[in-house]
Structures are given as structure tokens and as C-alpha cells.
């Protein structure tokens, strides 16, 4: 079975200022997806940047990036020029592709952004 | 992009109830997926609902406790039967998104159903 670790159950960081939220994963599939989904005090999860394994190109999304290691199985996630609105929890998800694909959501990071 | 609304956004129940939740999304998808989100949690996988078929669940939830119905691609129920106060928790409706048919991988979520059980 997919485990996904997130080892920081809260970060703060000042506003500007940048923040890494760690993400690790254990499979051995050697196709799969890794996700970082942010859920704001409201509740609604939204996605906010995605990576391919078979890419060996970082995503980014903006102030959003990712620092993907395929075989040290770590998904990382750097917010650049942090913002108050980037405050939320945030979860690091990997799926599995397949009949229907399967997600594994990580135990989630509450980031703090301090004015 | 998908819109999914959720209802009843929260309750407070009673031990022994059974509470339904509902989740509209505005439009048309193969598989409807639902979560638990326990408090402070992460999400968890309940089942997977796919129109005109039974829902798949995952290890530790069963129908008896969980019946979900799939009548149409928009739509889907979640039932908590016999609730306990183990039973609170968010209650997430999920799809993914598909492009040309092919699934994206993309997850949309409702807002979750807080249900507290007393």
C-alpha cells in the first residue's frame, strides 16, 4: 500500500518571506502522481500544483514549486513571496493510476502566515 | 473545472441516527468519491461510487454502515447509519476531472458536511 508522510504538522512563516512543507511517499509503483492540495479555513480543498512522476522537471505555478525527488520518494513543496491568503492546511496527496485512480492523501501541514 | 455543492453543509445528530448527505456537481462524471476527514486529520477514503454500479469501499468501511446510491452522473448520497460519536467528522464528496474522457487526476471537492454526533 501508497503511505504519504508529512512530517511538519505546522509552519509559520512571515509574509514575503519563503516556506518549504515536506512531503514523503513509499510505493513501488514506478508510474503514479503527487499532488499538493491547500484547504483554507473555509473548508474547500483545492488543488495547487502537480507533478507527473515520469517528468523529471519540477512543476511550478507561479509563487507555487516543487522540488521532486523520484528516488529519494520526496515531494516538496516551496511558497515563494508568502502571502496571509496562503494560510491553510496543506496536503500532500499521491495517486496511482488505474481503473480508477486512487489518491493517498498525506496527514496534512497547517501553514501560518504571520503579517 | 466543477462545481459541487454539498448538503447539509453541517448537522448535529443524535447516537443511533442516520444522517444522508448529498453532493450535486454540475456536471457529468464516471466516479464520485467520498472522505472522511476526521478532526485534525487527513482525508480518508470511504468508497468510490460509480453510476449504476455498486460503490467500491475501502478497507474498514462497510455498505451496512456507509449505503451510498449513484442514480445519475450528477449526483450521489452518502449514508451514516446507526451514527456514534465516533461518527463526527467532515464528510468530503470528490470527483476528478476528466478532459476528452481521460481522467486528469485533478480532484475537486465539496465544502464537507460537518457532522457532530451526540
Known amino acids: 500500500a501508497q503511505t504519504v508522510t508529512q512530517s511538519q504538522p505546522e509552519m509559520s512563516v512571515q509574509e514575503a518571506e519563503t516556506v518549504t512543507l515536506s512531503c514523503t511517499y513509499d510505493t513501488s509503483e514506478n508510474n503514479y502522481y503527487l499532488f499538493w492540495y491547500k484547504q483554507p479555513p473555509s473548508r474547500q480543498m483545492i488543488l495547487v500544483i502537480r507533478q507527473e512522476a515520469y517528468k523529471q522537471q519540477n512543476a511550478t505555478e507561479n509563487r507555487f514549486s516543487v522540488n521532486f525527488q523520484k528516488a529519494a520518494k520526496s515531494f516538496s513543496l516551496k511558497i515563494s513571496d508568502s502571502q496571509l491568503g496562503d494560510t491553510a492546511m496543506y496536503f500532500c496527496?499521491?495517486?496511482?493510476?488505474?481503473?480508477?485512480?486512487?489518491?493517498?492523501f498525506g496527514s496534512g501541514t497547517k501553514l501560518n502566515v504571520k503579517p | 473545472s466543477a462545481v459541487i455543492s454539498q448538503k447539509p453543509s453541517r448537522d448535529i445528530c443524535q447516537r443511533g441516527t442516520s444522517l444522508t448527505i448529498q453532493c450535486q456537481v454540475d456536471s457529468q462524471v464516471t466516479m464520485m468519491f467520498w472522505y472522511r476527514q476526521q478532526p485534525g486529520q487527513s482525508l480518508t477514503l470511504i468508497a468510490t461510487a460509480n453510476q449504476g454500479s455498486e460503490a467500491t469501499y475501502e478497507s474498514g468501511f462497510v455498505i451496512d454502515k456507509f449505503p451510498i446510491s449513484r442514480p445519475n452522473l450528477t449526483f450521489s448520497t452518502l449514508t451514516v447509519s446507526n451514527m456514534s460519536p465516533e461518527d463526527s467528522s467532515i464528510y468530503l464528496c470528490?470527483?476528478?476531472?476528466?478532459?476528452?474522457?481521460?481522467?486528469?487526476?485533478?480532484?475537486?471537492f465539496g465544502e464537507g458536511s460537518r457532522l457532530t454526533v451526540l
Open positions: 470528490s470527483v476528478e476531472l476528466a478532459l476528452a474522457g481521460a481522467p486528469t487526476g485533478e480532484l475537486f
Open positions: 496527496a499521491f495517486m496511482k493510476p488505474g481503473n480508477f485512480n486512487k489518491f493517498y
